[in-house]
């Protein structure tokens, strides 16, 4: 009875797990790609150009991350609750200053670039390119913030492949466009940036088709009119500030360690570090991937304290990041000179460099595995705190500290080894904050990845199948549960209620008997809240055909021995709430 099945949850974890793992890789493989065009068409010395521009998309990033993925964890926890006005609210709040940003951007960028051009690049070498490529960069940083917030609000509503579908169009637009307009028609540099820009404008066409769909939850509402506005911007912030904090950190860091690299190893060097920094392109395909499809689902299960289930998700998501980093690893260090035929090194001194570089850093990729799905779960369980702290440890202090000391000390092998020790050393102080956590818990509750770690006595879970026999029997043995708890009239409620919704499910899902229903039911003071998730076709307890009122339905009977019943979908499941007094 109390033995949990993850057959729902693993099924939402695939549906989620391959549409995003495909975005980050169209848009990450366009990246990688895109810097390999730019080395083939323009030469490696124009390269590091766009590496130098790097801290403007870092911090684009850095705020659509705040507002975009904030507010669609934020939404999806205001829908579990069934809090549909308020999740509206978010949603328009969210995506209207997102854009509102992005214009800004491009704007001031426009206007200051000359100047933001000498903060980027220090050496007159590559002050031209840099001020060539960021002037046009900048004209699509609304259209970047569009496209990938919208994909956060539409993965949470339980359509990922909508925004999976418009990186693919924005970035086979780009890459298509990197070859006409740098190759046939001559345009350098700028034909990179401008293609880049064509390519946001294409995938932004894509994204109208959630903005249009009458499928979509998320509804645009006006949020001025309740003078919330600020408030709700504020909550938005603070629920995506420590992993958007993690893209200040690298735009800080990758403007402080191209200044390092520059005075301690020479133009050689930044050349070195732009191919090492543009082929993690590849790596971060796995964990990005892995640690957004992580994210909305512990939010929303540790929100409404499944903890089993959120942890389950953790562990999948460590796995399947640990298994990406050392199989990728041991395919960069058996075979490094991919990378370097792909950019079209030549230069003896910089292909031994780079070979060196690339073994070496593998070492560093469980470490950063880890690190970076931690960072997500840390923020889904609303450890806010904890996730800045962590985020800026690896992406700020670490980093430019191991590389001021040995840099200077071993020149090019002192970069590579503050990278691994940057990994490694964050990994290590995850590890052990969760178990001296652990072990501060002992003598109370135990825990378990910071989440309780014995369900709590009140609460009773358990999956039915599609099948009308198992829900009434499991219905029966709910009464029981219940009856030992309170007195026999919230029992026979409580059975009677599980038997009309499950049997209406049921029901309305006799095409697909592979799926299955979540069922929990918890005790709260003198009642008892059923709540349920399905993936199947809906069946919506709250609406009852009119002239039909006086039937004894599976809707209406609910209705009449039910205090409330509450309908919603979040994150792409049927979510219904049922709350059973005398």
Known sequence: MTDKRYTLITKKYKEFFWPTLAMTMANNMALFVDSVLVSTFIGVDRMPAVQLCFPIVAFVNMVYWMLGLGGSLLASNLTADHKRDDADRVFSVSMISV?????????????????????????????????????????????LCFIMSLSYFSRADGAPKIGFWAVVISNCVNLCMDT????????????????????????????????????????????????????????????????????????????????????????????IYSIYSNSLFLIYIIFIGTAQTLSPIVSVYAH???YDRARYALKRSVKTALGGAVGVGLLFAVLPQIILLLYGIKDPEVISACKTGIRLYVFSYPGLAFFFIMSYYFQAIKRQRLAAVMTVLEGLIFPVGFMAVFSTLWKMTGVWIAIIATDTVASAVIILHLLISKKKHQSESSISFLLPAEPSPDRLEFTVNMNVQEAVRLSADAEKWVKDRLDASISKKTCLALEEMLTGIVSANRSSPEDVIDVVLRQEDQCIVISMRDMGETFNPTIIEKGREKEFDNVTVLNKIAQSIEYDRSIGMNCTMIRISR
């Open 180 to 271: 006409v307009l740098i190759k046939l028609c001559g345009m350098g540099i700028k034909g990179a940036a401008l293609a880049t820009v064509i390519g946001y404008v294409c995938g932004s066409l894509f994204m109208l088709r959630y903005i249009f769909s009458k499928k979509r939850q998320m509804r645009f509402v006006n949020p001025l009119r309740s003078g919330r506005f600020l408030s709700s911007l504020k909550n938005i912030s603070v629920k995506g500030i420590p992993t958007a904090s993690s893209q200040l950190y690298i735009m800080l860091k990758t403007q402080i360690l191209n200044t390092m690299i520059t005075s301690n190893v020479g133009p050689v060097g930044l050349q």
């Open 304 to 306: 409404e304290g499944d």
């Open 99 to 143: 854009v509102a940003f992005g214009i800004a951007v491009a704007v001031l960028g426009t206007l200051f670039m000359p100047g933001i051009s000498t903060v980027l690049c220090k050496d007159e070498l590559y002050l031209a390119d840099v001020r060539d490529y960021g002037s046009i960069l900048v004209c699509g940083m609304p259209l």
